[in-house]
């Protein structure tokens, strides 16, 4: 049993905590869960993306997942991209980008400039069916397509306007 802290819609934790099986029925109007998710970027300019297991909605999606109660959203990403790749990115320069809200959910955005072959990579089959890199705008066309949840644009978009403003 996984046990959710419970936030409010500027990130900030309300005290209250939540099992992660019910969370459609256990937030109320203005609670939100969060999640962490990253976008890792080659020097390609292209994005690692997953696609999800079918058991986990068979999807793509940035690395990451919920912050476990009492975890802050760097551990999370750190263990995360440990776990469903294989991963260790605890001594690179990831980036927050602070966070977006979105279908009940904070989403608090990292992102990090690292070629990763792919194919060296040590998946978590329970939770990731394969990975690739994308260009922002296949990323695009993957939400526009369905493909993709229209959060993982809006992420996209706040790591483009990151890199657009330290070039």
């Not at 089959?125 to 644009?153: C, F, W």
Request: charged content about 30%; aromatic content about 8%; proline content about 1%.
């Amino acid at each position: 049993m996984e046990i959710l802290d419970i936030y409010d819609s500027n990130g900030n934790l309300t005290g209250r905590t939540m099992n992660r099986d019910d969370l459609d029925l256990s937030l109320k109007e203005g609670d939100y869960v969060a999640i962490s998710q990253i976008y890792i970027e080659n020097d390609e300019g292209k994005f690692l993306i997953e696609e999800t297991a079918k058991n986990r909605g068979d999807r793509f999606l940035p690395a990451g997942g919920h912050i476990s109660s009492g975890e802050d959203a760097y551990t999370t990403i750190i263990r995360e991209v440990e776990e469903e790749l294989g991963l260790d990115i605890s001594n690179d320069n990831v980036v927050s980008l602070g966070f977006v809200v979105d279908s009940r959910r904070v989403r608090f955005i990292y992102y990090l400039k690292k070629n990763v072959d792919i194919n060296s990579l040590s998946i978590q089959p329970e939770e990731v069916k394969s990975i690739n890199y994308l260009t922002a705008d296949e990323i695009r066309d993957y939400v526009q397509k369905g493909l993709m949840h229209k959060s993982h644009e809006k992420i996209l978009e706040k790591v483009l306007e990151y890199k657009n403003n330290i070039i």
